[in-house]
T-cell receptor
Framework: GDSVTQMEGPVTLSEEAFLTINCTYT??????LFWYVQYPGEGLQLLLK?????DKGSNKGFEATYRKETTSFHLEKGSVQVSDSAVYFC???????????FGAGTTVTVRA | GAGVSQTPSNKVTEKGKYVELRCDPI?????LYWYRQSLGQGPEFLIY????????DSGLPNDRFFAVRPEGSVSTLKIQRTERGDSAVYLC???????????????FGQGTRLTVV
């Protein structure tokens, strides 16, 4: 079945540091890939997505590239801010599907 | 409201009791989903409604769990004879339409934290 494995946390960084959160997946078809973010006290929000191989999703300075050859969708940001402190979830939905399969989440804390 | 609303935000119940969790989706969204998030894990799919009907309930863990959406808007997740293992955050999401290549973005509520003591 479909599954997502993401880097375990927690991750603690200083402001302006580079952030990478690794995500790899297993899927039977041609999935769409997503990163969701959960800020403290808020619901899950879609951060970015990519629907086919080599697509790059980007939003709020975050980027992730759909790599079919390595079945990966790593999240990166060049210079994090305190406001980026949150839990980040990698997810997929298989082709023609509506269900999301999530990774376990990575807690990121950015210190001033 | 503009977003997905879930009530209550917190629910504490005794083992063996019956609970109902409510989800009010974004107006006009025909697709509605329930997920369960246990501590330290990502959300796990429970059930998907397209309109009034449950199009996929394959994620419901057992027959103690049931969900309805009688008028195609508000949905209620019902748990009978609750067990301590049911303790989790129950998330509801809605989207304009179902999946596929042009998959609509799913908007999540803040969840109901259920604690069974």
């Amino acid at each position: 079945g479909d599954s997502v494995t993401q880097m375990e946390g927690p991750v603690t960084l200083s402001e302006e540091a580079f952030l990478t959160i690794n995500c790899t997946y297993t899927a039977t078809g041609y999935p769409s890939l997503f990163w969701y973010v959960q800020y403290p006290g808020e619901g899950l929000q879609l951060l970015l997505k990519a629907t086919k191989a080599d697509d790059k999703g980007s939003n709020k300075g975050f980027e992730a590239t759909y790599r079919k050859e390595t079945t990966s969708f790593h999240l990166e940001k060049g210079s994090v801010q305190v406001s980026d402190s949150a839990v980040y979830f990698c997810a997929l939905s298989d082709s023609g599907d509506y269900k999301l399969s999530f990774g376990a989440g990575t807690t990121v804390t950015v210190r001033a | 409201g503009a977003g997905v609303s879930q009530t209550p935000s917190n629910k504490v119940t005794e083992k063996g009791k019956y609970v109902e969790l409510r989800c009010d989706p974004i107006s006009g969204h025909t697709a509605l989903y329930w997920y369960r998030q246990s501590l330290g894990q990502g959300p796990e799919f429970l059930i998907y409604f397209q309109g009034t009907g449950a199009a996929d309930d394959s994620g419901l863990p057992n027959d103690r769990f049931f969900a309805v959406r009688p008028e195609g808007s508000v949905s209620t997740l019902k748990i009978q004879r609750t067990e301590r293992g049911d303790s989790a955050v129950y998330l509801c999401a809605s989207s304009l339409g179902p999946g596929g290549e042009g998959r609509s973005e799913a908007f999540f509520g803040q969840g109901t934290r259920l604690t069974v003591v």
